[in-house]
């Protein structure tokens, strides 16, 4: 995607091995085509994108389905980086310890989706406010269209390199300002590695200690509630889960 500023200058060098440039390059240049859906096996529903990395180029199921997955987290790192810049603070380690808990649980919840690519969502988030990522078929994707293909140099955004190959510097500077806050914040929340967190109540502790006579639905939500408060409280103890779920099911059943 020209001018889609998910480049490496925005991370430090040596931070991205080959494998996750290839994803994360691959992801930014189909984002435009992340609302897009084509008929797959059995004519169901298939993303555009997971279609032609394994169709058309003949690339890995992994490289289409890490596409796919990248283009639902980026958006969701985008929400929850609006979230900690609306809130007050001199900096982001400072708006980060002061986010509630369900905006710990957020970003915890998108972590953990990408495990140890975590921070490729939050690298391609910001890319989410590029003209050139606008998604296609939207009024957006139509107006960007326009705009890339001036008649002359005349009218090209400042900052902007001839040929539109190279993001403006206020794109850039976004970039970097999104993924530090991001950054930042699961530093703050103490999220960094919560996709390796083993479970502080497995199964049969939730159910014994909810005295349920067998696995099932409620089960499922009550270990949900579990890891929920694992997120929002990394410190916490086993005893302060248990008590937190036991009040948790208290009021679920009332």
């Given at each position: 995607m020209h001018g889609a500023p998910g480049r490496k200058d925005l991370v430090p060098a040596?931070?991205?091995?080959?494998?996750?440039s290839r994803f994360l390059l691959l992801a930014a240049l189909?984002?435009?085509?992340?609302?897009?859906?084509?008929?797959?096996?059995?004519n169901k529903p298939t993303p555009a994108s997971a279609a032609i990395v394994r169709e058309s180029i003949k690339w890995r199921t992994k490289d289409a389905d890490m596409s796919v997955l990248l283009h639902e987290t980026a958006q969701q790192f985008l929400?929850?980086?609006?979230q900690v810049a609306a809130m007050?603070?001199?900096?982001?380690?400072?708006?980060?310890q002061n986010a509630p808990e369900g905006l710990r649980v957020q970003l915890g919840m998108v972590i953990r989706k990408l495990k140890q690519h975590w921070h490729l969502g939050a690298l391609?988030?910001?890319?989410?406010?590029?003209?050139?990522?606008?998604?296609?078929?939207?009024?957006?994707?139509?107006?960007?269209?326009?705009?890339?293909?001036?008649?002359?140099?005349?009218g090209r955004r400042e900052g902007t390199a001839?040929?539109?190959?190279?993001?403006?510097?206020?794109?850039?500077?976004r970039c970097k300002e999104v993924y530090g806050t991001l950054k930042a914040a699961a530093n703050a929340f103490g999220l960094e590695e919560c996709w390796q967190w083993k479970p502080l109540l497995d199964g049969k502790q939730v159910q014994a200690l909810l005295e349920l006579q067998k696995p099932g639905p409620e089960l499922g939500k009550a270990m949900?509630?579990?890891?929920?408060?694992?997120?929002?409280?990394?410190?916490?103890?086993?005893?302060?889960?248990?008590q937190h779920?036991?009040?948790?099911?208290?009021?679920?059943?009332?």
């Open positions: 040596g931070q991205l091995d080959k494998e996750e189909l984002l435009p085509l992340r609302n897009c859906v084509v008929p797959g096996p059995k929400d929850i980086h609006q007050d603070g001199s900096d982001a380690t400072v708006r980060a391609l988030a910001p890319v989410l406010l590029t003209p050139q990522a606008a998604a296609v078929g939207t009024e957006e994707a139509t107006t960007a269209a326009t705009a890339s293909v001036p008649s002359s140099g005349a001839a040929g539109g190959d190279e993001p403006a510097a206020e794109e850039v500077v949900g509630e579990a890891l929920n408060w694992q997120l929002a409280h990394p410190s916490g103890s086993v005893e302060e889960c248990q779920v036991k009040e948790w099911w208290r009021k679920h059943k009332a």
